[in-house]
């Protein structure tokens, strides 16, 4: 019986605790089907004691339950989401959450078990999630502030091992299923990279081979809209003023997945949200960015604008951000200035007011900042998107002082949102200083518009009272 015993042990530790008995059932079978011809009297010992066998894998799985912390809490039938410090807690060891090499590894053997598992897209999550709780606030930026040299490029390279392990376990998964520790992994990765880059301006060339292998990955495993989410973290991660080395490192990610990032099928009637149009019109401003520092080829940063100009003109409508263009067109000089802030005011092509809006963030992209970014995603009007919403649950507990935020979505920050200095912040922020005039306004208007109803009413008492 020591085998039987070893299998029902193995197996009580791999099911879930939500396991149903034809789970259990189906996983033994599975077990004893793959016993080779040397341990025939344990298949047959499997086949004979199915019940038993199930009883004692379910009575093993509470008892597992009990003696270690869980992931899930059985409420109505339906898994509860831990909080990403307590999953930080049961699957990262104490001894190792200040090491930031020691974490990845940890993660790739919790990868390596979830491909594995019956249940690879929950355990990778797990992981994931577990991964972005227990890395530092800033883990590139402290990870380089310490040791600058090979550790620092080594925890880059276990990044980028884990994104095939990853994506080999989301790989089933549909575009808008996946779960939102992956795009905020990849974007951990894209933004870990710009770090290290950035305080290594002698060796830029050294961070150009990761760069590349990242995008690839990317473009290769990433959904359309995962790898725009990556995207969205890596250009507002640069802040402002990004340094030219940093822009040069991530130009190389970024280019590899442009055309996957925004490919026709990528972009549903129904499906578009606010982080859509705020990562095309961040890639534009990036883009204006590489030309002015004559980064790589002019002609390949040339395409690569009219891909996205394409997109924009073809699944956005900017009608209603014609104000804040034209704030943006008063920083371009010379004669294209009255002409640009002519079409902006007069024109109503639809092609017109997108070549305008283009033509803006390649002149002056570097007096178009973060927040101005935000403004005009705000006056679009569309929904936020899922990683926007965690953004802004992350910058509420930021403000209370939390280190973690509990998340009902299964969401967990990770922890790259620049500072509100350079940041954009949650879209509705950088409309918070208007809000209080545009409300004084309105009450003024509701004021004016009572006592004109109310003089109106007494003109008309008075003529009926007058003989």
Known sequence: MGNVDRIIDSLAQQLPLTATKSAI???????????????????????????VCIQRITDRIQENTKSQPSSIHVS??????????????ALYPKEIVHDVRACLHRCEDLLLIASRSLRPVHHADRALRGLLAVMPTNAASAQVNQEVSVVSQDSLELCITLIPKAGAAFSNCQQGD??????????????????????????????????????????????PRVIRSAWRAAFVSMGDSPAVQSLSCLLHAVLPTLRRAVSDDSFGPHSILRSD?????????????????????????????????STLERCFDIEHLR???????????GPRRKTLLRQLTNGSNRATLTASAVEILQQVPAKV??????????????????????????EAAQARGDLFFEDVAGNVATGFEANKSTSAGPMTAALQAEAPQKLGKIEDQKTQKRKSSNLQRKRKHRRQKSP
């Open 178 to 223: 996946e779960p939102i520790s992956w795009p905020q992994f990849l974007g951990f990765t894209l933004v870990y990279l710009v770090k290290l880059s950035s305080r290594n301006a002698e060796c830029i060339s050294r961070f150009a081979d990761p760069a590349k292998r990242v995008g690839t990955l990317i473009a290769v495993l990433g959904h």
């Open 277 to 309: 149009l705020t990562v095309l019109l961040l890639g534009l401003r990036f883009l204006g960015l590489c030309r002015l520092a004559n980064l790589h080829d002019a002609n390949a940063l040339s395409e690569s604008v009219e891909v996205l100009q």
């Open 369 to 394: 900042t973060l927040k101005d970014i935000a403004r005009l995603a705000d006056r679009s009007g569309l929904l936020l998107s899922a990683d926007e919403q965690t953004d802004e649950q992350a």
């Open 25 to 51: 059932l189906s996983a033994l079978r599975a077990v004893a089907a793959a016993l080779p011809e040397s341990q025939a009297k344990t298949r047959e010992l499997l086949s004979n004691s199915e019940d």
């Open 76 to 89: 109505e039938g339906l898994p509860a989401v831990q909080p990403p410090v307590e999953l930080a807690e």
């Open 323 to 333: 104000a804040e263009l034209q704030q943006l067109a008063s920083y371009v000089t």
